[in-house]
Nanobody, 123 residues
Framework: QVQLEESGGGSVRTGGSMELSCTVS????????MGWFRQVPGGEREHVALMPESGGSTSYSGSVRGRFIISLNKAARTMTLQMNNLKPEDTGMYYC????????????????WGQGTRVTVLS
């Protein structure tokens, strides 16, 4: 059982930066995919940034590519999402996810979810 816990949310002004962290209790040993999803107000959950447990390759949604960076410190069991040049449309609940056996942008393919952390970008 993988347990995930996010931290680092809050409020920031447009153009600012924020870092989210996710503590990972254990890894699946299957090199599953993990990353971040978000749910904006009134919207569905959408992928933000994804990577395999082994690190290396990454995948970003078009709306955040070039602004957000996902990274994993496997030894420290911490996954990080560095968010730069934040926009009001980045406002939402951000979830740390894990447990997909392949790269997928569908939330249902991720077996493990954190409770989420709220990000508010003020205009």
């Amino acid at each position: 059982q993988v347990q995930l816990e996010e931290s680092g949310g809050g409020s920031v002004r447009t153009g600012g930066s924020m870092e989210l962290s996710c503590t990972v209790s254990t890894y699946t040993d299957n090199n599953n995919w993990m990353g971040w999803f978000r749910q904006v107000p009134g919207g569905e959950r959408e992928h933000v940034a994804l990577m395999p447990e082994s690190g290396g390759s990454t995948s970003y949604s078009g709306s955040v590519r070039g602004r957000f960076i996902i990274s994993l410190n496997k030894a420290a069991r911490t996954m990080t999402l560095q968010m730069n040049n934040l926009k009001p449309e980045d406002t939402g609940m951000y979830y740390c996810v894990a447990g997909a056996s392949f790269l997928s942008v569908r939330p249902s393919n991720y077996k493990y979810w954190g409770q989420g952390t709220r990000v508010t970008v003020l205009s």
